[in-house]
């Protein structure tokens, strides 16, 4: 059993009744209905279910891009629910990665500048932010188009800029919002092995909505949210034997 | 981090070049006109000080005559009598001398050259009442004066014409029939403040001017100098009781000779050039707050249009704040860069200006300096609104937003 495998460790992640309201009054939309999840370090979770289901919500509160309306949200055992903008900004900043379906790479910047912005507001000097966004680049096999802007580069390539952007600060958790949506099944194919990869290597920590089957099938863990609630939690033992 | 902010600013502008001329052509306009038109004042003003300054301080110029802009109908007014002079210089106290001054045209020769000029007959107490050094010779002795020798002083522009840079002392010129010697020369003095060449002239003494070429005893002209401890308006005023009672001027009666304060002039032209400095300084605003509004308008154009970086950015952790500096800093630059053209083509039609006046070329570190600061005050000003829009935008939201 590989080292990160999901064991008896303390969850990194901790959800407990958690609801996300939106409007008020009679025009009050409940978007999730009490949610408990628990995903433990080191696990490759997909996030699956249909439009409307909860899942985005709860990625948005997972990405402390948003707050639950009530509930709590307990992160490496620390409340994220209690937490203000900034604060959720800096955690942003240290502990999570992104990569999204529309990649959201900067336009007319180099390769290399859009990996280095996180550095940037991490305030790294120059010396350190070029090595490790070279090496970031490395990882995900595109250090020889580090002078590329996004326009000059494919889907794929796109999204493993991004994804080496997500990466370069070392972060615990990577949130991967339909990575794939937007490629063919070949570079699918190729995100999906290099995010088991650094989930498998780099003992990052993955959560991945996708609405494919075929992508979810590397995840270790597949949560199936349906009208706001988790519906049901999938371990795929074989998958992670077949990564590990 | 603020140095990057700042590279990533100045390349965002240059991402759109003429966009961002466009937005910063009020700023531009603003900071050109105000640093223009206060540079030009201070040398309008400068140069009016000095040539009313070489004309001397503390003098006063009596006249016949109602004086500037008035007058007109009715008999022309007697001249000054010698007498008169006589009087003002020994019964007014504070006065230290006074320089009769009799004019007349002609046209002098000396050998093959000649020149048109002005003679103006006068008494050495004319270089006492103000400052005009002789480069060589001499003034005129009292024999001179009293006898009305034909001897002559002459400006530089008739020694340039005369002369030709040969030596002028002891040179025999001859002024409509009559022989001169010239025993002096003066230093050149310039243009006087409002046109006319001051140094095209033959001073010769009062007597000789009289006699051989107007052929009467009038003084058209008496400059009065006036003792520094002594109070210019309080002389001026007892100048004007004596010649009241000397020519017979009674009760209400208007006075017919006019005194002239020198330092008038300035005073005068100095306080319309502040005017004129001020009016327009005040237009230069107007447009420096309509270029800052353009500014404010392309900004809030430039955080709509980057919704998504602002969105990525927050995602990748970027506090309010540092989204608020990142576009805050790009309004200053932008604002600044509109400062910097604005400063850079206010030199230029200066320049140009300056050249066409006959003005001296200035350059005023403050006004320039202060140009500048207000137009980075403006980028601070009227970015922050688009800056706060930036950095209060949601996160989620923004990363939707197509």
Redesign the interface.
């Known amino acids: 059993m590989p080292s990160n495998a999901p064991g008896q460790a303390a969850p990194i992640i901790s959800l407990r009744g958690v609801t996300k309201i939106y409007g008020e009054g009679a025009t009050a939309f409940k978007a999730l209905k009490g949610i408990d999840l628990d995903i433990a370090p080191g696990d490759f979770v997909a996030v699956m279910g249909a439009s409307g289901s909860g899942k985005s919500t709860t990625m948005?509160i997972l990405?402390c891009?948003?707050v639950p309306s009530s509930g709590t949200f307990l992160f490496r055992g620390h409340h994220v629910e209690t937490l203000d903008?900034?604060q959720r900004?800096?955690?942003?900043?240290?502990y999570?990665g992104?990569v999204?379906q529309g990649f959201?790479?900067?336009?007319?910047t180099s390769a290399l500048e859009n990996v280095e912005?996180?550095l940037?507001?991490?305030?790294d000097a120059k010396k350190e932010r070029h090595e490790a966004a070279m090496a970031a680049l490395e990882k995900v096999g595109l250090d020889k188009w580090w002078d590329h802007t996004p326009a000059e580069l494919s889907g794929g390539q796109q999204q493993r800029v991004a994804i080496a952007?997500a990466i370069v600060t070392s972060p615990d958790v990577l949130l991967a919002d339909e990575p794939t949506g937007n490629l063919d099944s070949e570079r699918s194919v190729e995100i999906m092995e290099l995010l088991s990869g650094l989930n498998r290597d780099s003992n990052i920590t993955v959560l991945m909505v996708t609405h494919e089957p075929e992508m979810a099938a590397f995840a270790r863990t597949i949560v199936h949210f349906k009208d706001g609630l988790v519906e049901r939690i999938e371990a795929q033992h074989h998958q992670g034997e077949r990564v590990a | 981090m603020l140095g990057t902010t700042f590279l990533l600013a100045i390349r965002s502008i240059a991402r759109h070049k003429l966009r961002s001329f466009l937005t910063t052509l009020g700023i531009i306009i603003g900071v050109a006109a105000v640093v223009t038109m206060v540079t030009l004042g201070q040398a309008t003003t400068a140069a009016v000080q000095k040539s009313i300054s070489s004309l001397g301080t503390n003098i006063l110029q009596v006249r016949p005559g109602q004086g500037f802009g008035r007058g007109g109908g009715g008999p022309q007014p007697p001249n000054f009598k010698p007498e008169d002079v006589d009087a003002i210089a020994h019964q007014i106290a504070g006065v230290t001398a006074v320089a009769p001054q009799a004019q007349s045209s002609t046209t002098a020769i000396y050998e093959g050259a000649n020149w048109s000029t002005t003679i103006n007959g006068t008494t050495r107490a004319y270089f006492e009442v103000q400052p005009w050094p002789l480069t060589s010779g001499r003034t005129f002795t009292e024999a001179e004066e009293q006898a009305g020798k034909a001897v002559c002083i002459v400006g530089s522009t008739v020694a340039k014409n005369l002369f030709n840079g040969g030596e002028a002392i002891g040179a025999r010129i001859r002024l409509s029939g009559i022989s001169c010697d010239v025993i002096g020369t003066l230093s050149t003095r310039g243009q006087a403040g409002f046109g006319g060449d001051q140094d095209d002239v033959v001073i010769m003494p009062i007597k000789t001017v009289q006699r051989r070429f107007t052929g009467n005893r009038d003084i058209r002209l008496m400059l009065v100098g006036v003792d520094d401890a002594y109070s210019t308006a309080a002389v001026q005023a007892s100048i004007e009781d004596l010649l009241r009672e000397r020519r017979n001027i009674n009760g209400s009666k208007q006075d017919d000779f006019n005194i002239f304060d020198t330092a008038q002039i300035s005073n005068t032209l100095t306080a319309t050039t502040n005017l004129l400095t001020q009016i327009v300084t005040a237009v230069a605003a107007i447009s420096l707050i309509v270029g800052g509004i353009g500014i404010m308008n392309i900004m809030l154009v430039s955080v709509t249009e980057r919704t998504r970086e602002i969105g990525i950015r927050l995602a990748i952790g970027a506090v309010a704040r540092e989204v608020l500096t990142q576009f805050l800093v790009e309004a200053v630059a932008l604002s600044m860069l509109g400062g910097v053209i604005g400063l850079l083509l206010a030199q230029v039609v200066v320049g140009i200006l300056s050249a066409l006046g006959g003005l001296p070329f200035l350059f005023v570190p403050e006004i320039n300096l202060i140009a500048f600061a207000i137009s980075a005050l403006i980028g601070v000003v009227f970015g922050y609104f688009p800056a706060r829009r930036a950095a209060a935008l949601n996160p989620i939201d923004a990363l939707r937003h197509e």
């Open positions: 948005n990405g891009l948003d903008r900034d900004a800096l955690l942003r900043r240290k999570l992104f999204f959201n790479l900067l336009a007319r912005l996180p940037l507001y991490r305030g952007r």
